[in-house]
């Protein structure tokens, strides 16, 4: 293949291209969006219950061991096909890295500040909302950092049960394996979900320095 | 109780002064799983507007009677009362927004600026903003930071000693009549210590909050106490007193053990350099003073030794009559350096130990500014120390005699 070949591939594609990064950005965004509610829910959960700590831990770290070619095939019979099978399959697995993060991050907060918050009368939900969550934060975000980047890698294969995203450029070149133009449907697809992921990382350092509170920055 | 009859008194009443700050009714803390209860039915008054000191062993269970007082931890049985009124069931939030709390660790909010840190309770309390930016800066002068500088710091840009102090003025934020100091110098190096226990005592005697003080350090509890409960297993008190009775009369062996040795040497804690006359005909002199001059002073004076001090009267050098003899003499060079100064709260334990690492043979006395006041020496702080004994003694032979003629 010429390398000119590439480059006409692209200008002919940009748009059908420019629309399945968009779908692939949504459908990462949307499930990053939901595991980090269910996550730190069952984050908080894990930190607060000793005993459902190592089963909430153990269940989470299960999910990401399915493949995730079959996780994607086993949730069709359930959600049919489309973007529904493909977020739940992302959502379970960009859950691991979030809740053990936020055991994490709510275990590091210092237990002299929680008490002094305690003592002075700061009632329990103000506890955790002003002084636990934001002094855990930036650890538990470091987690859906991590989770996102897993995630916008397995996202390509939600193409497999005809979700959104960049997945189905690569698939593309795969059905049309030996044409001349199988390798750039690939080579497209690879590259567009590189940069999705160079974009959500260089957006997740924003967001950290936006959203740490400037004394423990 | 004849308390629950009387109208609720205000502060300043004659009836509010008669009631303690706080009572503890037979206080008892026993947790599930264990036969003996960690804080065994403690019964105990503090006094308004008095710093009562709770020392014992490690174990003792100090800090847990102290945290029950704010129920931190909840009481198996037994009332508090809190001002007269009964609290053992009230709210614990606004309980504890009444009730300052200052532990060993500060435990500032490190998201927080120094402003908001010192303003959560006002905020919780729901004052306005403009209030609580007053109170800050108000607080902030208090204990000696320039708001200006202070106000928008992080706890990360503050020294040990800084956030010790803004502990504190978080605690006293909402001006509450009550204050519980968990060991609050305890992790501090023993210099810093030193000085934020007496700015603590200087502090006091302008707030007069009742406060209920935590440490294991006998030397501390003498120093700040206005009474001090020796506690030994299950939070027993062993002896409470004011620390003149309790070092020269020890109620058990227990205490005696407790107090340890020195207790000669312990008195000096409870003495003030202020309290104690100063010897003021030490011979001084300005640094840009004519040499000439400066030798008269001194040959007239009954001393072998000149204190310099600078244009705004703070010590600078001692010099003697060699030091003068050179043709050239710099005065700003000559002699020794003027170490050794204390402030007249400082105790006269503080006083004798200036003048044991400095080994000179007196303390300077300076004020807050740091200006020349007085001298006081070796001697001074020997006699006092044993008139102090005598005094107390005295005072517990009376307090006897008297006690058996009513009783008679």
């Known amino acids: 293949m010429k390398p000119m070949d590439f480059y006409e591939?692209?200008?002919?594609?940009?748009?059908?291209?420019?629309?399945?990064?968009?779908?692939?950005?949504?459908l990462v965004a949307i499930s990053i969006g939901i595991a980090l509610v269910v996550g730190c829910a069952l984050g908080v959960l894990a930190h607060r219950s000793a005993r459902t700590r190592p089963v909430i831990l153990a269940v989470s770290s299960t999910l990401l061991t399915i493949p995730s070619l079959a996780l994607f095939a086993l949730a069709i019979p359930l959600l049919g096909l489309g973007t529904p099978p493909a977020v739940v399959a992302l959502v379970l697995y960009a859950l691991l890295p979030i809740v053990r993060n936020t055991v994490v991050g709510l275990a590091s907060v210092d237990q002299?500040?929680?008490?002094?918050?305690?003592?002075?009368?700061?009632?329990?939900?103000?506890?955790?909302?002003?002084i636990e969550l934001p002094l855990a934060w930036p650890v538990v975000l470091a987690g859906v950092r991590v989770s996102t980047q897993i995630v916008v890698g397995i996202a390509a294969i939600g193409a497999l049960v005809n979700g959104p995203g960049l997945g189905n450029e690569i698939f593309r070149g795969l059905r049309s394996l030996g044409s001349p133009f199988a390798l750039n449907f690939v080579l497209g697809g690879t590259l567009g979900?590189?940069?999705?992921?160079?974009?959500?990382?260089?957006m997740f350092i924003l967001l950290r320095r936006f959203t740490t509170a400037r004394g423990i920055r | 109780m004849t308390t629950t009859d009387m109208p609720q008194a205000t502060s300043d009443d004659a009836a509010g002064r008669a009631e303690p700050m706080i009572r503890l009714d037979k206080l008892t803390k026993r947790y599930r799983g264990q036969s003996r209860a960690a804080v065994d039915q403690v019964t105990m008054e503090m006094p308004r507007g008095e710093i009562v000191v709770l020392v014992g062993p490690s174990g003792c269970g100090k800090t847990t009677t102290m945290e029950l007082i704010n129920r931190l931890i909840e009481p198996t049985s037994g009332r508090i009362y809190l001002d007269g009124e009964d609290v053992t069931t009230s709210d614990p939030d606004a309980l504890r927004r009444r009730i300052g709390y200052v532990i060993?660790?500060?435990?500032?909010?490190?998201?927080?600026?120094?402003?908001?840190?010192?303003?959560?309770?006002?905020?919780?309390?729901?004052?306005?903003?403009q209030r609580i930016g007053n109170?800050?800066?108000?607080?902030?002068?208090?204990?000696?930071?320039?708001p200006s500088d202070y106000r928008g710091r992080y706890p990360k840009e503050l020294s040990g000693g800084q956030r010790q102090r803004i502990g504190v003025a978080r605690a006293l934020a909402a001006d509450p009549p009550v204050m519980l100091m968990d060991e609050p110098f305890g992790a501090i190096d023993p210099i810093t210590r030193e000085r934020l226990q007496n700015e603590f005592l200087r502090l006091q005697q302008q707030v007069k909050k009742t406060i209920v003080f935590v440490t294991h350090d006998v030397d501390e509890a003498i120093k700040?106490?206005?009474?001090?409960?020796?506690?030994?297993?299950?939070?027993?008190?062993?002896?409470?007193?004011?620390?003149?009775?309790?070092l020269s009369n020890p109620a058990s062996a227990y205490v005696e053990d407790f107090i340890g040795s020195g207790a000669s040497l312990k008195r000096l804690n409870l003495s003030r350099v202020r309290d104690i006359e100063l010897a003021t005909d030490c011979p001084t002199a300005r640094l840009d003073d004519e040499l000439p001059e400066v030798r008269r002073r001194l040959v007239e004076s009954d001393w072998s030794a000149l204190l310099l001090l600078d244009e705004r009267g703070r010590p600078q050098r001692w010099v003697n009559a060699r030091d003068l003899d050179r043709t050239s003499v710099d005065l700003r060079t000559a002699g020794l350096p003027a170490v050794a100064t204390v402030e007249p709260h400082a105790t006269l334990s503080d006083a004798l130990n200036e003048m044991l690492t400095s080994s000179a043979g007196a303390a300077i006395v300076v004020d807050r500014s740091g200006s020349?006041?007085?001298?006081?020496?070796?001697?001074?702080?020997?006699?006092?120390?044993?008139?102090?004994?005598?005094?107390?003694t005295e005072y517990y032979r009376a307090a006897k005699l008297s006690g058996a003629e009513t009783a008679g």
């Open chain 1, 112 to 130: 002299n500040v929680l008490r002094a918050a305690r003592g002075m009368g700061i009632g329990s939900w103000r506890r955790f909302a002003r």
């Open chain 2, 224 to 246: 700040l106490g206005d009474r001090i409960a020796i506690l030994s297993e299950q939070s027993h008190i062993a002896q409470y007193d004011t620390p003149e009775n309790i």
């Open chain 2, 135 to 146: 109170r800050v800066d108000e607080l902030l002068d208090l204990v000696g930071l320039d």
């Open chain 1, 9 to 26: 591939y692209l200008k002919y594609n940009a748009e059908p291209l420019f629309d399945e990064a968009v779908g692939h950005v949504r």
């Open chain 2, 372 to 392: 020349y006041q007085g001298l006081i020496d070796f001697d001074t702080v020997m006699v006092t120390a044993k008139s102090i004994k005598r005094d107390s």
């Open chain 2, 104 to 129: 060993q660790q500060i435990g500032l909010f490190p998201h927080f600026t120094v402003a908001e840190n010192i303003g959560v309770v006002p905020k919780l309390l729901g004052w306005t903003k």
């Open chain 1, 193 to 202: 979900i590189v940069v999705v992921a160079l974009l959500f990382d260089a």
